[in-house]
Nanobody, 122 residues
Framework: QVQLVESGGGLVQPGGSLRLSCAASGSIFSINAMAWYRQAPGKQRELVAAITSGGSTNYADSVKGRFTISRDNAKNTVYLQMNSLKPEDTAVYYC????????????????WGQGTQVTVSS
């Protein structure tokens, strides 16, 4: 059984920083791409940042230059460093793993964490 567990959310003032973590646990040989999504009230879930197993990254235009995604493959963990936070960054942030090898030649797809709330407010 594979689980993704996020942590690090909270309340921060505009201009502040937070670091989110997402740890995958269970029977895991390797994880392909991992990503952070977010969903604000009344809006659709959107991609924030993604990173491949090799370290290639891409970001939503709205967070470029402010957020940094990274991962530790040995720990099956992905991070999101968020700087210069704005009120419009307020949302529930979700971790995603698109393909997990759970045994030799066996894969499971599209795992999500439970989400962590980020609120940017003065």
């Amino acid at each position: 059984q594979v689980q993704l567990v996020e942590s690090g959310g909270g309340l921060v003032q505009p201009g502040g920083s937070l670091r989110l973590s997402c740890a995958a646990s269970g029977s895991i040989f390797s994880i392909n791409a991992m990503a952070w999504y977010r969903q604000a009230p009344g809006k659709q879930r959107e991609l924030v940042a993604a990173i491949t197993s090799g370290g290639s990254t891409n970001y939503a235009d709205s967070v470029k230059g402010r957020f940094t995604i990274s991962r530790d493959n040995a720990k099956n963990t992905v991070y999101l460093q968020m700087n210069s936070l704005k009120p419009e960054d307020t949302a529930v942030y979700y971790c995603n793993a698109d393909r997990i090898m759970v045994a030799v030649g066996r894969y499971k797809y599209n795992y999500w964490g439970q989400g962590t709330q980020v609120t940017v407010s003065s």
